[in-house]
């Protein structure tokens, strides 16, 4: 349970459990060794000006629905990008199709990998994606925001993204040290 958006985990792997109401399709989780995203989401900044968030969005690719690879993408300026999908579909972006509840859904994510992307380009991938337990940085930092409704136009790439968000939240993860 995290206090003050904060939780103190071990340098192993773990599952994020989201609480989603309904008609919630999609999720941007903005992850990042550095603060600069965490703390101007805390702040209320403007969806479209969180650092984090204004790169091209991270998916995860037909071959890994349902979170084959249990993995996460580490970078400053893009967002990983979770497709709550119905129940029986292949194209999750969580490890099996979310619970229904009567306001929602309830959906999980394990993560027990980083791959890590640097000033937003891919590195290799083979070379860079890393266990939970070889992170040495001390904090990982988590922005999640639901984004609005895409309209025809912003689909059509005539527009840039304009919805609002619908919801946001934060949480700081610090590693807890050896003993």
Excluded at 58 to 65: G, H, L, M, N
């Amino acid at each position: 349970m995290a206090k003050g958006h904060t939780v103190e985990l071990a340098r192993a792997p773990f599952t994020l459990v989201f609480h989603l109401r309904a008609g919630v399709h999609d999720l941007f989780v903005n992850a990042s060794f550095k603060s600069q995203t965490f703390d101007a989401a805390r702040l209320g900044w403007q969806f479209l000006a969180l650092t984090g968030i204004q790169g091209a969005s991270r998916f995860d690719e037909p071959s890994e629905a349902n979170n084959r690879l249990r993995d996460i993408y580490i970078d400053d300026y893009a967002p990983n990008q979770w497709i709550v999908c119905p129940p029986g579909s292949a194209c999750n972006g969580f490890d099996e199709p979310c619970e229904p509840t009567t306001d929602g859904a309830v959906c999980r994510r394990s993560i027990e990998r980083v791959e890590v992307f640097l000033r937003g380009k891919q590195s290799v991938m083979k070379e860079r994606r890393s266990e939970i337990a070889s992170i040495t940085e001390e904090k990982l930092y988590l922005v999640f925001v639901v984004p609005g409704r895409w309209s025809e136009d912003e689909r059509a790439g005539k527009l840039p993204y304009q919805s609002p968000e619908l919801a946001r939240d934060w949480l700081m993860i610090v590693w807890k040290s050896p003993r």
